[in-house]
């Protein structure tokens, strides 16, 4: 089921990310290695602040390299390449550091939030921790891409507090609407660290609660291409993007260099 991608999927898991909207998991690299990422993306992404984000866990591919790195590995462009083609633009990035006792996240779609015209992007969800029931793996509608599910306000839920609390912007307080989700069969994405899986920006998907006694992170890749306009001042101002694959034959994005190793 998991194995390495530096060389592409495949043309069957081409034609299920088109069927279902998402592909994986695959291996980037051994949970042993990917504990010694671990360490490093404690030390210096979560405990020091972002320059451009009120957040510190977003955006840190901008400035730290243990991000950029990961954002850009290898096996999670030749991934993104086999369903957008082979130039690839880094937009965005979010460490979800989930707590013991964290809530679930609801059931929601990222594209519609994401200030890009047209609406063209793929995550890669990256398992830091292992990513299990018990502590809030992220669950997936397949074939709920192939419409735009209808969103509604999250109302006051635990949720919504602690979103305010962690500074997270791009879902502006909204989730899918329950009835338009019947039908749908979620795939639980129970991953080791040092896997991952990709998915597209209209397939709808939630993360449960934590209910163990450690944290659980991932990091979330937010990748477009760059005939994609990026609004970029909605994402923060002077905000600006990588080239991680291929080339821009367009040029009407910001982009910047990949911080120093
Ligand atoms: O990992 C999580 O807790 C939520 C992930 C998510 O909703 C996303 O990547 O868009």
Known sequence: MSESKVNGLTKEEVLH???????GPFTLCSPEEMAVIRERVEREVLST????????????FLDTRVTYDLCSHPAIRATIASVSGPDLLLFASTFFVKEPGFPPFPYHCDGPYW???PLVGVTAWIAIDDATHENGC???????????????????TPWSTLKRKMGIKELRGRRAKPRHLNGFEPVHMTIKAGQFFVFA????????????????????VRVTVPFVRIRH???????????????????WNRTTSPPPE
């Open 201 to 220: 920006e209209q397939t709808v998907h939630m993360a449960g609660a934590n209910r163990t006694e450690h944290r659980r992170t991932g990091l979330a």
């Open 49 to 60: 602040q972002s320059p451009h984000q009120v957040h510190q866990y977003k955006d840190r």
């Open 138 to 156: 992220v669950s997936l509608l397949p074939g709920s891409h192939r419409k735009l599910v209808p969103h509604q306000s999250f109302g006051h």
């Open 233 to 251: 001042d909605e994402i923060f101002p002077g905000h600006q993007a990588v080239m991680i694959n291929g080339e821009d034959r367009f040029g």
């Open 17 to 23: 990310f088109g069927r279902e909207g998402y592909a």
């Open 115 to 117: 200030p890009l015209v």
